[in-house]
């Protein structure tokens, strides 16, 4: 039997071996506030919208997928990133018309075996089940961390001799049939002393200024002190399947 999707609602007891995942993050990525504020709700107050990848043959919990509903009037210049769209969610101040991916990861043992598609594909079958318009997701390009001082707007329009995005994550999502709507400008906001970014990094960060950081997309601001990561992603739509 193939890997399958299930959301935490039909399978708990997969979500209480989520910790069998490798960590696929740089250790800063750990240190959104609002992320880490937030996302424990995910599962206590929508657990049928967190999804899980499973393959039963041989009893691995092989990835992660997490989405929530929100309301969007389908304008891109009104799309916030992850720490906006986590509170609004939860906020739940207008209908939901949209489901919005948070996240979605394969464990780095499984990386290159193209298992990320399932993931991205339940969560367009689950905005279709649920009825709303569409599924928008914040995309963390791949291999933007090898192009810190690039103009994002620029790095997200690569593309190889095929016509195809040049990055990985993008380019498949863009096989599935999602299109390029915005740039979430502050998807992520990490902020942190000097020590808290030496520690996170192994780095040292003797006076103020930009910083390329390690899988850091752009680059880290330090200033009085303090060290600021305000981290940009790429809006993409699916319809629903």
Same mark, same amino acid.
């Given at each position: 039997m &193939?890997?399958?999707?299930?959301?935490?609602?039909? *399978?708990?007891?997969?979500?209480?071996r989520? /910790?069998?995942?490798? @960590?696929?993050?740089? =250790?800063?990525?750990?240190?959104?506030?609002?992320? $880490?504020?937030?996302?424990?709700?995910?599962?206590?107050?929508?657990?049928?919208?967190?999804?899980?990848?499973?393959?039963?043959?041989?009893?691995?919990?092989? #990835?992660?997928?997490?989405? +929530?509903?929100?309301?969007?009037? #389908?304008?891109?210049?009104?799309?916030?990133?992850?720490? @906006?769209?986590?509170p609004?969610?939860?906020?739940?101040?207008?209908?939901? $018309?949209?489901?919005?991916?948070?996240?979605?990861?394969?464990? %780095?043992?499984?990386?290159?075996?193209?298992?990320?598609?399932?993931?991205i =594909?339940?969560?367009?079958?689950?905005?279709?089940?649920?009825?709303?318009?569409?599924? +928008?997701? &914040?995309?963390? %390009?791949?291999? !933007? /961390?090898?192009?810190?001082?690039? %103009?994002?707007?620029?790095?997200?329009?690569?593309?190889?001799?095929?016509?195809?995005?040049?990055?990985?994550?993008?380019?498949?999502?863009?096989?599935?049939?999602?299109?390029?709507?915005?740039?979430?400008?502050?998807?992520?906001d990490? !902020?942190?002393?000097?020590?808290?970014? =030496?520690?996170?990094? #192994?780095?040292?960060?003797?006076?103020?200024? @930009?910083?390329?950081?390690?899988?850091?997309?752009? &680059?880290?601001?330090? =200033? #009085?002190?303090?060290? *600021?990561?305000?981290?940009? $992603?790429?809006?993409?739509?699916?319809? &629903?399947?």
């Amino acid at each position: 039997m &193939p890997a399958q999707i299930f959301s935490d609602s039909e *399978r708990p007891d997969l979500y209480d071996r989520l /910790d069998e995942l490798g @960590d696929v993050w740089p =250790e800063f990525i750990h240190h959104d506030d609002v992320v $880490n504020e937030w996302w424990p709700l995910l599962h206590q107050r929508l657990p049928d919208f967190q999804l899980i990848l499973y393959d039963a043959e041989t009893d691995t919990v092989l #990835g992660r997928g997490c989405t +929530i509903p929100v309301a969007w009037d #389908g304008r891109s210049e009104t799309l916030s990133g992850v720490i @906006d769209a986590l509170p609004e969610g939860f906020a739940a101040e207008a209908a939901p $018309n949209v489901l919005c991916a948070l996240v979605a990861i394969v464990d %780095p043992r499984q990386q290159g075996s193209g298992l990320s598609r399932h993931i991205i =594909e339940g969560m367009a079958e689950l905005a279709g089940r649920s009825g709303f318009e569409c599924l +928008i997701a &914040p995309v963390r %390009p791949t291999w !933007k /961390d090898r192009y810190p001082l690039t %103009p994002f707007e620029d790095y997200i329009r690569w593309t190889r001799d095929d016509g195809l995005p040049l990055d990985p994550w993008i380019r498949l999502h863009a096989r599935l049939g999602a299109e390029i709507i915005g740039i979430a400008e502050r998807s992520l906001d990490i !902020k942190g002393s000097v020590a808290d970014w =030496e520690s996170w990094t #192994g780095m040292h960060f003797p006076q103020d200024g @930009d910083y390329v950081v390690p899988g850091a997309l752009v &680059p880290v601001r330090f =200033e #009085g002190g303090f060290g *600021r990561y305000v981290e940009p $992603n790429v809006w993409m739509r699916h319809s &629903p399947r």
